[in-house]
């Protein structure tokens, strides 16, 4: 469980809350449910997302259960600290699809007294470290790791396992696009992956 840190008025220091975990794993729920927390405190705050993620809203950071609170879309990190002065609290969605510079202005922001909270998925499709998600890890307070239900077993997810046929790094989308798993079904699911792309080729080396 997360508490929030207690407030030492002598230190004017923030701190950076990372929550990372699987696509539909409650990362942006938590993330609202801090801002609103801080928001019903009277606290200035601002919100960020990158401009790619548009799934839902333009402006909006909207969960899958659609809880929802209004951002700011920028197109790089280096946009997050002009917009965000006078702020307490600084709160960014979707941190791995920003650039590296994202660390450096989380730190930043945090060495100005300000509350960072990030949310982003921790892996990529591929089960790998997703962007400047380990990195922020590392430099944070505190780390919250969030888990979905495997779709396949019902145990803990901590994969998002890709559906479609797509082998970019980002390719947005939802339920049709991705699923949850466990650690168990992804090997699984990657090992069948690996064995069908091979298959054709072992075919053509048997037909010439």
Known sequence: MFLENTVNQNEQFGWI????????SGKTEELIRRLKRAQFAKQRIEIFKPVVDNRYDNELVTSHDQNQIRSTPVPAAANIPILASDCDVVGIDEA?????????????????GIRVIVAGLDMDFKGNPFGPMPALMATAEYITKVHAVCTKTGNLAQYSHRTSKEDDLVVLG???????????????????????????????KKDS
């Open 17 to 24: 809350e990372v929550i990372c975990g699987s696509m539909f």
């Open 96 to 112: 791995q699809f920003f650039d590296s510079e994202i660390v450096q202005v989380c730190n930043d922001l945090a060495n100005r």
């Open 174 to 204: 939802e339920k049709e696009v991705y699923e949850p798993l466990s650690r168990a079904a992804f090997f699984k699911a990657r090992t069948q992956e690996t064995r069908l792309k091979k298959e054709p080729n072992s075919k053509t």
